[in-house]
């Protein structure tokens, strides 16, 4: 699916990332996408841990949380 022309976007920064149900590394994976791999912010985030909320550009455009750090801003 593709992202919102309008929506903010990031890139993966590392090999693989997981992509979980909640804002915490003990939430379930859902997805995992990998390096270079375009997500759309969705300007959700966690304060206290730096983890944020993306829409993946998959045929779902599944929703879900990343650890920011990971992350690299257009």
Do not use: C, Y
Not at 23 to 32: A, C, F, L, M, Q
Not at 51 to 65: L, M, P, S
């Amino acid at each position: 699916k593709d992202l919102p022309s309008d929506m903010p976007k990031a890139k993966v920064n590392t090999i693989q990332l997981n992509v979980r149900a909640g804002s915490h590394k003990d939430e379930p994976v859902i997805t995992r996408i990998m390096e270079g791999q375009e997500v759309g912010l969705t300007g959700n985030k966690n304060e206290d841990n730096g983890w944020v909320e993306v829409v993946v550009h998959d045929q779902a455009g599944t929703v879900g949380w990343v650890n920011g750090e990971f992350l690299s801003h257009e």
